[in-house]
Structure formats: C-alpha cells, structure tokens
Nanobody
Framework: QVRLLESGGGLVQAGDSLTLSCAAS????????AGWFRQAPGKERELLAA???????WYLDPVKGRFTISRDDAKNTVYLQMDSLKPEDTAVYYC?????????????????WGQGTQVTVSS
C-alpha cells in the first residue's frame, strides 16, 4: 500500500519558519513529480508548489520567494520550506505525487495524497 506521510506542521507566529516533510512508503517514487497543496477553512484546495523530475519548480504567486520545494530521492521524501509565514498561510497542507516526470500543475494528475498536516500562523 502506497502511503504519503506529512510531518512538520504546527502553530507558529507570523514571521517564523517551518519545514514540512512528506515521506513515501510502499513505493519508490524516485524523481517523479511532486506537489504541495493547501486548503484553508471555507476555501478550495490550491496548489502551492510543484517540482519536476529535472528539478524545475513552480510556485503560486503568494508564496513565491517565501516557500521552497525540494526532493530527496534517496529518502523518497519531498520537503516544503516555508519562511516569513503569514496568518493567511494558515491551512491544512497536503503533499501529492504524480506518475509524471514533467512539472505537474493539475490537481487531477496527482494520484497519491497524504493525509494533511495543520499549519497555524498567529499574528
């Protein structure tokens, strides 16, 4: 059974940093595409960051320059470094993996999902 397990969420103050991890088990994803999504209360889930097999990245405008997605293929793990956090970053954060090598920006193309981790940023 393929599982993605997020960790690293929590309660922080505005301006703080957090690093989320997404460890996969049950399958070796290698350099296949990965993404981080978030869903705030009352809002739809949105893609924040994505990374392709070649390391090309994409970011949603509100997180550009503050968030960094990376991948450690040997550890079968994807990371999201979040700096200069703002109260509006409060949400449940999800990682996802796709059976694609290219940068994958469509939620529908992600086949594997984690259960989510809560990030709360206080002002």
């Amino acid at each position: 059974q393929v599982r993605l397990l997020e960790s690293g969420g929590g309660l922080v103050q505005a301006g703080d940093s957090l690093t989320l991890s997404c460890a996969a088990s049950g399958r070796t994803f290698g350099s296949l595409a990965a993404g981080w999504f978030r869903q705030a209360p009352g809002k739809e889930r949105e893609l924040l960051a994505a990374i392709s097999s070649s390391g090309r990245t994409w970011y949603l405008d509100p997180v550009k320059g503050r968030f960094t997605i990376s991948r450690d293929d040997a550890k079968n793990t994807v990371y999201l470094q979040m700096d200069s956090l703002k109260p509006e970053d409060t949400a449940v954060y999800y990682c996802a993996r796709a059976n694609e090598l290219r940068l994958t920006l469509s939620e529908a193309e992600y086949e594997y999902w984690g259960q989510g981790t809560q990030v709360t940023v206080s002002s």
